[in-house]
């Protein structure tokens, strides 16, 4: 048999039999699971080698032809059918293309999995408002106005009717705050959420990008805790047992506060800032009890994924490139 002869013959066939036959039985004669085309493709493993290239080319010519004229067919009864007949005019041609079936982003699948890390310590997840009052941003964590540590947090402040100046949080920090105001320790949560800073971008800064944000108050709450529980989600975090140190480092609402890094592939990685939480941040949560301690921490969660794909751009993460996402190959179903 010359096969593309065949190749021929079929599409003649099917040209001279598309003015007069319904779509979808040409479609399922010719493109079906067992349709015409399908049986000319299961010669190709027979085709001598130096033919098979051109027999390729003509096989998946003639399938896009008959998926093509099909479609046109589809179109012109589209137009002439009421909206009623509608369901029955899906092109059954279209059943045999694959949907890509999405996924997370890989933010927030690391969002995601260190919700689950922590929520299996006992912290629940709450949420704060992006946009902030300047008191719960800063006054609230014991950065006055004026106070030189603002200028850590590169602000965008947003116009305001308000006597309260409002602007889009600079950290996930305000939660704290907020929830404290609300609840009576014992306290565990993390508050997982997008902050924004004024900035120029570069390969490890982004205007827009998001932290998780930790907190536990209790009576029962020391450094000791505080080193067990970071132990915990690291090494949970990166599939092994993780060495952390702590650093002395400062942030107003903390005291004394340390930069936490991690021992990952034999190199220490700066990666969350922490530290026990100030009386007057406690204060300001209504919570004066002495005896009540807490401790508190905030990590990007660019910069984990950056860690864990050894990516050295921060900037291809919110590109909107389906090329990076897939390559990250977090979670792809
Ligand atoms: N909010 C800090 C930042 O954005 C990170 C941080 C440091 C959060 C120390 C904390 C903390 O809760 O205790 O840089």
């Given at each position: 048999m010359d096969i593309l002869q065949e190749i021929q013959n079929t599409s003649t066939e099917f040209q001279s039999r598309l003015s007069t036959s319904e779509p979808e039985?040409?479609?399922?004669?010719?493109?079906?699971?067992?349709?015409?085309?399908?049986?000319?493709?299961?010669?190709?493993?027979?085709?001598?080698?130096?033919?098979?290239?051109?027999?390729?080319?003509a096989l998946n010519q003639l399938?896009?032809?008959?998926?093509?004229?099909?479609?046109?067919?589809n179109h012109k009864s589209v137009a002439s059918n009421t909206s009623q007949d509608l369901p029955n005019i899906i092109p059954p041609s279209l059943d045999q293309l694959s949907q890509e079936v999405g996924h997370l982003s890989p933010v927030t699948a690391t969002m995601f999995?260190?919700?689950?890390?922590l929520g299996s310590l006992g912290f629940s997840v709450v949420t704060g408002p992006e946009i902030?009052?300047?008191?719960?941003?800063?006054?609230?964590?014991?950065?006055?106005?004026?106070?030189?540590?603002?200028?850590?947090w590169d602000t965008v402040?947003?116009?305001?009717?308000?006597?309260?100046?409002?602007?889009?949080?600079?950290?996930?920090?305000?939660?704290?705050?907020?929830?404290?105001?609300?609840?009576?320790?014992?306290?565990?949560?993390?508050?997982?959420?997008?902050?924004?800073?004024?900035?120029?971008?570069?390969?490890?800064?982004?205007?827009t990008f998001h932290q998780i944000e930790g907190l536990m108050v209790d009576?029962?709450?020391?450094?000791?805790?505080?080193?067990?529980?970071?132990?915990?989600?690291?090494?949970?975090l990166f599939d092994q047992e993780i060495e952390i140190r702590l650093r002395?480092?400062?942030f107003p609402f903390t005291e004394p506060s340390f930069e936490i890094?991690?021992?990952?592939?034999?190199?220490?990685?700066?990666?969350?800032?922490?530290?026990?939480?100030?009386?007057?941040?406690?204060?300001?949560?209504?919570?004066?009890?002495?005896?009540?301690?807490?401790?508190?921490?905030?990590?990007?969660?660019?910069?984990i994924v950056m860690l864990l794909t050894g990516l050295d751009d921060i900037r291809y993460i919110h590109s909107g490139d389906l090329r990076f996402v897939y390559q990250l190959g977090i979670q792809k179903n």
């Open positions: 039985v040409l479609a399922q004669e010719y493109l079906g699971r067992k349709g015409k085309v399908a049986q000319l493709f299961k010669h190709l493993p027979m085709v001598d080698p130096e033919q098979k290239g051109n027999v390729g080319q399938k896009q032809e008959i998926e093509e004229s099909l479609n046109q067919q999995r260190l919700q689950d890390i902030e009052t300047e008191y719960y941003n800063f006054d609230a964590l014991n950065i006055p106005d004026e106070h030189p540590a603002r200028d850590v402040w947003v116009s305001s009717t308000d006597s309260q100046k409002s602007l889009l949080r600079t950290h996930t920090s305000p939660v704290q705050i907020r929830h404290m105001e609300k609840t009576k320790p014992p306290i565990r949560i993390v508050a997982p959420g997008r902050v924004y800073r004024y900035e120029s971008t570069d390969a490890t800064h982004e205007t009576t029962t709450t020391s450094i000791a805790t505080f080193k067990g529980v970071i132990k915990e989600i690291f090494s949970k002395p480092s400062h890094d991690v021992k990952f592939n034999n190199r220490w990685l700066e990666i969350a800032g922490a530290g026990m939480v100030h009386r007057s941040v406690l204060a300001a949560g209504n919570i004066t009890d002495p005896a009540v301690q807490g401790f508190a921490f905030g990590m990007g969660i660019e910069r």
